[in-house]
């Protein structure tokens, strides 16, 4: 199990993360992000989690050179056509990218079952270049059951791709003691403090949803994924708290893009 943080260091990362976001919007709110932040936070508070957002995505983001993990140079607009669910995340995460991954692998599950596997496509991509090898993305897949694509990329090429989306991240020293890399079995040397998002892009490279909101699994997640929780994490499974998505919610955005209704696969 990856050692616990102290309280103090865990809201110690709330504050740095509080502080990138209002650094963000303070410099940028004549741009993308500012653009993206802003319009959340003038979103009434609904049922649904997840915002109309339509946005055409630029050709310059979209093309932004990316690489799989599989090594292989891509980008967002080789993925038109299909309908992208898009998140950012790390594979050193210990707090709620891993629920997030636990999540999408219940929408992969659901996909799979309504036959849609070939018209939606799930993508998680990282803000943490410095770890986020293809090597280490392999292993990751490996070590907990995920198949579809994680992008990575060089520092400047990820800025500008998260830069537009909205997404905010900053890295940060690591805990005392430091957690335990899953992979390795080696403390780590630093972490990323950094905002969880998912987007929903259509098949024309439009952004069409957005949630900010963190993942509500029902407090089930695998073992393997559990295991790489911190105490923060575990309390993000068991109370996700309010403004929360569940892979239901996410079904229902996708259903509503593609025009028909997605069901939660049973046993999802």
Same mark, same amino acid.
Request: include cysteine.
């Given at each position: 199990?990856?050692?616990?943080?102290?309280?103090?260091?865990?809201?110690?990362?709330?504050?740095?993360?509080?502080?990138?976001?209002?650094?963000?919007?303070?410099?940028?709110?004549?741009?993308?992000?500012?653009?993206?932040?802003?319009?959340?936070?003038?979103?009434?508070?609904? +049922?649904?989690?997840?915002?109309? *957002?339509?946005? /055409?995505?630029?050709?310059?983001? =979209?093309?932004?050179?990316? !690489?799989?993990? @599989?090594?292989?140079?891509?980008?967002?607009?080789?993925?038109?056509?299909?309908?992208?669910?898009?998140?950012?995340?790390?594979?050193?995460?210990?707090?709620?990218?891993?629920?997030?991954?636990?999540?999408?692998?219940?929408?992969?599950?659901?996909?799979?079952?309504?036959?849609?596997?070939?018209?939606?496509?799930?993508?998680?991509?990282?803000?943490?270049?410095?770890?986020?090898?293809?090597?280490?993305?392999?292993?990751?897949?490996?070590?907990?059951?995920?198949?579809?694509?994680?992008?990575?990329?060089?520092?400047?090429?990820?800025?500008?791709?998260?830069?537009?989306?909205?997404?905010?991240?900053?890295?940060?020293?690591?805990?005392?003691? +430091?957690?335990?890399?899953?992979? *390795?079995?080696? /403390?780590?040397?630093?972490?990323? =403090?950094?905002?969880?998002? !998912?987007?929903? @892009?259509?098949?024309?490279?439009?952004?069409?949803?957005?949630?900010?909101?963190?993942?509500?699994?029902?407090?089930?997640?695998?073992?393997?994924?559990?295991?790489?929780?911190?105490?923060?994490?575990r309390q993000n499974l068991a109370h996700a708290g309010f403004g929360s998505w569940t892979p239901a919610d996410l079904l229902d955005?996708?259903?509503?893009?593609?025009?028909?209704?997605?069901?939660?696969?049973?046993?999802?």
């Amino acid at each position: 199990m990856p050692e616990e943080r102290t309280d103090v260091e865990r809201a110690r990362r709330r504050v740095v993360l509080a502080s990138i976001a209002a650094v963000v919007v303070a410099v940028l709110v004549g741009g993308g992000i500012g653009l993206v932040l802003a319009r959340r936070a003038s979103t009434p508070a609904t +049922p649904d989690p997840f915002g109309t *957002t339509d946005r /055409p995505i630029p050709g310059a983001i =979209a093309r932004i050179p990316l !690489v799989d993990e @599989l090594g292989r140079t891509t980008d967002l607009a080789a993925l038109r056509g299909r309908v992208v669910v898009l998140a950012d995340f790390m594979t050193s995460c210990q707090e709620i990218c891993p629920i997030t991954t636990g999540a999408l692998l219940t929408v992969e599950h659901s996909l799979r079952a309504a036959h849609l596997q070939r018209r939606v496509t799930i993508v998680e991509a990282s803000i943490d270049p410095g770890r986020d090898t293809p090597s280490r993305f392999r292993a990751y897949g490996k070590a907990f059951g995920v198949h579809w694509t994680m992008l990575t990329g060089s520092v400047a090429n990820l800025d500008r791709l998260w830069s537009w989306f909205g997404v905010v991240y900053q890295r940060v020293a690591e805990g005392k003691p +430091p957690a335990i890399d899953w992979e *390795t079995g080696k /403390p780590y040397t630093y972490d990323v =403090a950094h905002s969880d998002e !998912v987007f929903v @892009l259509d098949r024309s490279g439009v952004e069409r949803a957005v949630t900010a909101g963190n993942p509500n699994t029902g407090g089930k997640l695998s073992a393997a994924l559990a295991r790489t929780l911190d105490a923060n994490g575990r309390q993000n499974l068991a109370h996700a708290g309010f403004g929360s998505w569940t892979p239901a919610d996410l079904l229902d955005t996708v259903g509503s893009v593609l025009g028909q209704s997605i069901p939660l696969a049973s046993g999802a």
